[in-house]
């Protein structure tokens, strides 16, 4: 989403210039024109630099140690934290404090109680902290909330979060590394999956969880992965996790992870729904099923708006969206759509799910 060029600049840093830095957020900055790129923060200087020659200024500064951006980098408003999940609560309350906004990548946290900190320093500071839970701003992430907020579903008391790989475990960067990272396919993608969920049912409150987590398959070799084969002495974290979670108010949700199940039903940061009057799913597009004048009925929206030869329907992708609404929070004080509330939620879930399978009992929450 391109803004026009008359509008009030936003003045950011980027800490953090690995993979989820130049896959997503510097090339979706990069369209919007009015936000700029002061300083390029990495452990790897040349990183940074190769960040800075892409998508910076020329007069952008360069640094490897974030304290020191944030303490010379007065004039700069905001501050995304793309680092492993282990440094997201200390830099993210740190540039808070040092009176930046934050825009941080999922999850919000290694664990609870390091989110938990980080909202109570956005609430004490007054400052903006959203989370990267880009797939909410998706067409049919969009179509699917109002029709639950136009109760269109009905009471939503079961549903499943879809975070399922076949073969496809990323073997680079610290994706391996429990330490940095604090889990495996859980806290990467099926932290997506049930962050869609949750927000879809507006539901925040959970009773209990429990969780099953698996390592069964991170000795292999001659594995048929997606990105060649991983190295065995490297893959510290589970490869398959799974959650049932019981909500305060009966509801239960399904919650499916996998970088590498052997499986051929494969979905990735999608949602199935099921409510009193109808259900919905992402299986195929997105499908709401529903019974009208006594017959089952499957509807499936037109979220490509084609159908003029010379328009084709193409709109603004999910990273662009993401960009833009963390711009118009900032500068225009519109709401947020990710809250760091929510998002704590879900880091909640998280850490229950790996405490339920070490401990072998179900997780109750106050």
């Known amino acids: 989403m391109e803004n026009t060029c008359n509008e009030k600049k936003l003045k950011v840093a980027i800490i953090g210039c690995g993979g989820i830095a130049n896959g997503k957020h510097l090339p979706a900055i990069k369209k919007n024109q009015n936000i700029e790129i002061e300083a390029f923060c990495d452990l790897i200087e ?5 960040a800075k020659a892409k998508y910076g200024k020329e007069e952008s ?3 490897t140690d974030y304290k020191l951006l944030l303490a010379k980098e007065k004039d700069i408003k905001a501050v995304y934290v793309l680092t492993p999940n282990k440094s997201h609560s200390y830099i993210s ?3 808070m404090k040092a009176d930046k906004h934050v825009m941080c990548e ?3 946290a290694k664990t609870y109680a390091e989110a938990k900190a980080m909202l109570e320093v956005a609430q004490e500071t007054g400052k903006i902290l959203t989370i990267g839970y880009q797939n909410r701003y998706r067409a049919d992430s969009k179509y699917l909330k109002a029709a639950c907020e136009n109760g269109d579903l009905g009471e939503i008391y079961y549903a499943k979060g879809h975070a399922i790989r076949r073969r496809a475990v990323p073997t680079w960067g610290v994706f391996l590394n429990e330490d940095e990272q604090g889990g495996g396919p859980l806290i990467d993608i099926g ?3 049930l962050d869609l969920t949750l927000w879809m049912m507006d539901n925040y409150e959970p009773e209990c969880v429990l969780g099953s987590v698996y390592y069964k398959l991170g000795d292999q070799t001659c594995t048929g992965n997606a990105w060649g084969d991983w190295d065995k002495e490297m893959f510290t ?8 979670i019981k909500m305060k108010n009966g509801a239960t949700i399904n919650l499916e992870s996998s970088w590498a199940l052997n499986s051929l039903d494969v979905d990735e940061a999608k949602t199935s729904l099921c409510g009193t009057k109808a259900g919905a799913d992402m299986k195929d597009g997105l499908r709401i099923n529903s019974v009208k004048y006594n017959k089952q009925c499957i509807e499936k ?3 490509d708006a084609t159908g003029v030869a010379f328009y084709d329907g193409e709109e603004d992708n999910a990273p662009d969206i993401e960009q833009s609404t963390f711009y118009n929070a900032i500068i225009n004080g519109d709401e947020l759509v990710v809250r760091p509330e929510q998002a704590l939620i879900v880091t909640q879930i998280l850490e229950a799910i790996y405490e339920s399978a070490k401990t072998g009992k179900a997780v109750y929450f106050k």
């Open 106 to 108: 999922k999850p919000m």
């Open 301 to 303: 929206p037109a979220l």
């Open 46 to 50: 040349e990183k940074a630099i190769e």
């Open 61 to 63: 500064r360069i640094y």
């Open 93 to 95: 309350i740190e540039a």
């Open 237 to 244: 974290v589970e490869d398959s996790a799974f959650g049932f």
């Open 191 to 193: 932290t997506h999956a």
